[in-house]
Structures are given as C-alpha cells and as structure tokens.
C-alpha cells in the first residue's frame, strides 16, 4: 500500500493515533515504587572489591562476591541510579542461553556447548533461586518463549533448531500454523518453535531494585550518582576517582555495558546500539480473547531484524526491537532514547501482527543503548595484572547470562583456574569493530544487508557471507 495512496494515508493517521498520548518514559521506570537513590560516595574510603556499574553484571557481581565470603568487604560505585540503563529498559525475558542462542553458540565453540548449556540451566535456576529466596517482587513467570515464523523460508530453520534443542535436552515444541495460532493468534505467523524451559520472564526494573536491596541486606554498599572518572594503579591499590571522593581497592570488577571500558583497550570489541521499545494500553476481557496468548509466552519472531513482546502483569503488551540504530562516533545521548520513525515503524509491525487490536494505543515509548560486540555474547579478561576483570558484549542477552559472566569475573580476580575460566568461550575474544569511518561503514552496510536478507527468503548476500566467515556482526 503507498504511503500517499487513501488506504496509506488512513494507515498513518491511525499509527499517529495510536502514539498521540504515549509518554517517552521506559514503562518499567515508570513505577511509584521505585528506590530513592543512595548517598553518592564522597571523601577517602577503601574495600576489598570495588564494583563499578549498578545494572544486572555490576549487582550480580557484588551479590555472588558477597555469599561467597560474607567477610569480603564490597562497594558499587553507579554514576547515576540503579537500573537506570539497560538493566531497567529491557523486555523482561530472562534466557539460559549464555551463547545468544544455540546455533551461534555452536558457530563459535562447539566444543564447549554441552557445558555452556548445563551451565545456562545451572545459572537460570540459580537466578529463580535468588529471586525467591529474597522474595523479590519481580512477576516472575516460568512461560518460556515462542519463536514464530512469519515467513515460509522459516520454517525449515525453526525445525532445525527443534532438532538441536531437543539433542541438547530442552524441553520444546514444534507447532504448525494451526498449533501456533492456538497459543497466540496473529494471521502472521506460520509456525513456532515453543521453548518451554530454558525462558522466565520478569519485571526488569523490578528485578534490578530488588538485587540492590539483596546486596544491601548483605552488607554491600552501594553509591549512587558516582560516576568514576579515573582507574589507576597505585602501589597495591587500584585507585578510583569519582567527582566528590575516591575508593581504594585490592580489586575491581567492570560492569559497565555500552559505556566506555575504564580499561581502553576493551573499547575496540564493543559497539553501543540502541534499542526501542513501546508498550500499550491494557487489554480489555474481549481484547485478550481476540488474541488468546493463555500461556502468556514470551514471543520474538524468527527474522534476522526480530521483534520481541510479552504481556505484563496487567495486560499491557511490551514491543520491541527489530530497529537497532548505532550512531556514529559510538555516541550515546540522552536525546537517542526517542526516536519517533522508529515507534511508528514498530507501530505499523504491531497492527499487521495484531490487526484486530486496530485503535488500541500506546502509553509509553522508550530506548536505550546495549553492549554488542561481534561475537553475540559476552567476553572477558583481566588488567592490571589481574586486579581488574569485565564483563562486556552481552548483546541483549544479559538479563540472565550477566549472573553468570558475575561469576566468570570472581572467578578471574580469585587467579585460580576454575571449570568457568578454562572453557575456550571464556578465553576467547570476538573480532574487533574497526576505527571510524570504517565502523560506520560496516555496521550500516550489514543492517541494511541483514534487512535484505529478510526481503529475500533469508538468502545472505556476499557481504554477509564475507562477515559469516570472519566472524563478524552486527545484532540486538
């Protein structure tokens, strides 16, 4: 339909209707219950292990840090408030998978699979643990996750990654166009891939508040609006500078995400991308019964642009995805969290998924920057002669794998060889991005190739085949 023609016209103008009133708030964020935030850090102080960011990898970190030895003093330094980044602003679906999936998992370290998909489900279990033994209120829902199809060339994938999920153990189901409808009924979908075990999903913001308290109820202290503006080694200390005090450490773990790394040579790996996402009003009784989605699975659908959504508690519907902008320079501003072509693009994707949810509206539109490097799923190392460790490129992933790349950085402070720091996926490193202009240049000609790989029933151009063989890309 053209954008000029009557039916294109109408179209727009129910796209802008349905974003009239939305709020450019993260709806997550957007909650009475949230924290008030904790005293910066101000003055002289020291601590066994210092602990910079206050996402998912920084808390996680302080939180393991902290049950291991209760004796271990532990501080976390946030430049602004807990949760405020990706941790809060994320989809709420909480993997096992520690690879963004099997299939690049097994493109990367075959080897090593069979572990890292034990140690997923280890880790997914350990999160749920915590989650109730902290009562945290986070709406934990043990759905799982529908990958659908919504073009025939994928079908044939979903049904090669059924085969491989169920060679690894999963507890999945392969759905046809009927089966798949039945669970959530959009006329776009062909098929599904049900994974039933390996996703939970949660409140985000909630979850990420709820580790902070965990940590403090542990004896962590925890700075908020402390930005570090310097790391450096001083005698046996590393030594950390913040606008108004300074913290002395043995050592220091980096969660720091999309910001730049405080160790300068990680930068290269790592590229921030924004991402967006929307949420609508709730859905009426007879709303939710045109759409079925009884077992409240997570959804993302099975192109290489894929959008994700779930249901909250009360019946709102979260979309997002598939737009991911990086902007040049790695730039991250506040003014990049809205982006309206985006939201009435994702708008348009939302009514053809849902037609008959035509005039329903959303209430908030919202953005944020993830850590994304070529490989799909987070690398790690040490500095400073192994008094510094990160964590960094969790690519949308990190709301369950940041508790275990936690884990892999205590493990690589403690200096002992563990199962963790001896599998090759922890060794490793992805290709790095190259310099500007070159960056630019390669993340904007792979978007627009990943996109014509979706126009064209999947069929990956030379550009992408070139990438595929050097290990090199570009995702949400």
């Not at 998912?56 to 271990?72: C, F, I, M, N």
């Not at 098929?191 to 109820?217: F, I, M, N």
Request: proline share 5%.
């Amino acid at each position: 339909m053209s954008p000029l023609s009557p039916g294109g016209r109408s179209r727009a103008r129910s796209i802008r209707t349905s974003l009239a009133d939305a709020e450019p708030l993260c709806w997550w964020l957007d909650d009475v219950d949230a924290p008030d935030p904790q005293e910066p850090l101000t003055g002289s102080a020291r601590t066994d292990l210092a602990v910079v960011g206050g996402g998912y990898s920084g808390l996680w970190t302080a939180l393991l840090a902290k049950q291991e030895d209760p004796s271990r003093e532990v501080v976390l330094l946030e430049g602004k408030t807990i949760g405020w980044a990706a941790s809060g602003r994320n989809g709420g679906f909480c993997s096992a998978s520690l690879t963004h999936g099997q299939a690049n998992g097994m493109d990367w370290y075959p080897e090593d699979m069979p572990r890292l998909e034990r140690l997923g489900r280890a880790n997914l279990a350990g999160i749920v643990k915590t989650i109730e033994d902290f009562a945290i209120d986070c709406k934990l829902e043990r759905t799982g996750e529908l990958r659908v199809a919504t073009e025939s060339y994928q079908i044939g994938d979903l049904a090669a990654d059924y085969e491989r999920m169920l060679d690894f153990g999963d507890d999945a189901e392969l759905l046809d166009t009927d089966a798949t409808r039945a669970q959530v009924n959009s006329p776009t979908y062909l098929g599904a891939v049900w994974g039933k075990d390996k996703t939970v999903l949660v409140d985000p913001a909630r979850l990420v508040w709820g580790l902070a308290e965990a940590c403090r109820s542990l004896g962590v202290r925890i700075h908020e609006n402390t930005p570090v503006t310097s790391m450096v080694r001083d005698g046996r200390d590393m030594l950390l500078t913040t606008p108004h005090g300074e913290l002395r450490a043995d050592r220091v773990a980096l969660g720091t995400n999309a910001f730049p790394s405080l160790l300068k040579r990680v930068r290269p790996y790592v590229i921030p991308v924004y991402d967006y996402a929307m949420a609508t009003e709730p859905l009426s009784e007879a709303q939710l019964k045109t759409i079925g989605w009884g077992n409240r699975q997570g959804v993302g659908d099975a192109g290489n642009l894929f959008h994700y959504y779930r249901l909250t508690e009360d019946n709102c519907i979260l979309w997002g995805g598939y737009d991911a902008i990086y902007h040049y320079g790695n730039r991250i501003d506040p003014s990049l969290d809205q982006r309206p072509e985006t939201f009435r693009l994702l708008a348009d994707h939302f009514f053809q998924t849902f037609p008959q949810l035509e005039g329903l509206r959303f209430t908030h539109t919202w953005g944020g920057v993830i850590d994304t490097c070529s490989r799909f799923f987070p690398f790690f190392g040490t500095g400073h002669g192994g008094r510094v460790t990160y964590a960094v490129g969790y690519t949308g992933l990190g709301v369950g794998s940041t508790r275990f790349g936690a884990q892999v950085m205590l493990d690589l402070l403690s200096g002992e060889r563990t199962e963790l720091t001896s599998l090759s996926t922890i060794r490793g490193k992805p290709v790095p991005f190259p310099p500007e202009p070159l960056r630019s240049g390669v993340v904007n000609l792979t978007r627009w190739s990943v996109a014509r790989a979706d126009a064209r029933a999947g069929h990956r151009n030379l550009w992408l085949r070139a990438l595929d063989r050097f290990g090199l890309g570009f995702d949400s």
